[in-house]
């Protein structure tokens, strides 16, 4: 078990395709809160103002913010967590040198612990630190990838595109259709991004589709309602 807490490893340069999949669930997942949130301030403030100026601009500005917010806190989450593995992969080094026979024997019971007789552990152990020794030390005690770390930049433009993308939907619906049904257009277009983000996410994820579906269908009409709300309190 890791000793620390730890993302999925991501390599510099070449993804493999369980670090796509990771990409593109994260990709889903900004997708959903751009949708929520973009939808939730056009609601509150299409209540309370029937200016479609004031109401575009309203929802460009937080369909901004929140894309930026998501990308910088995004770069800083894996910024710190690209730092904390340098840092386990630099604690490591230093331990080969000064207590080499410890980081023998934690490869050892990592073997031990998965039901490798001791005289098979050690073998393998031997082995593995005599070629790769802190590659195998940092893969045993971390779950780590040596030189395997995550890009900030990437996660950051990731974060920033799919946010983006995902409260375009509410925004041209609420803004380019007719006023006189801009409201169930807004709510089937909210209904339907809400819906593909969980489609895809079960897909993703190997989870259950139609509960999927349902749950983030069900979450989108309870954040429409509630800001509906909100816009005719402060009407």
Known sequence: MSEIAIKPKKKKSTQTMEEKLNTLRAGVLGSNDGILTVVGVLFSVAVATPNQFTIFIAGLSDLLA???????????????????????VRTESRLLKTDYQAELEAVIN??????VTEATATKI????????????VV??????????YMNPWYAAFSSLFSASAGGVFPLLAMTLSPVSIQW????????FSVGLTGFMSAKLGNGLVKTAIIR???????????HYSVGLLLK
């Open 216 to 226: 983030n269908i069900i979450v989108g009409i309870i954040t429409m309602i509630i």
């Open 184 to 191: 169930p257009v807004t709510i089937l277009a909210v209904c």
């Open 110 to 115: 990592h073997y031990t612990d998965r039901g």
């Open 139 to 148: 893969n045993v005690k971390y779950d780590l990838k040596l030189n395997h």
């Open 125 to 136: 152990a031997n082995e593995l630190m005599a070629k790769k020794p802190l590659e195998t």
């Open 66 to 88: 929140c894309a930026f917010s998501m990308a910088s806190g995004e770069y800083a989450s894996v910024s710190t967590q690209k730092d904390t593995e340098e840092s386990v």
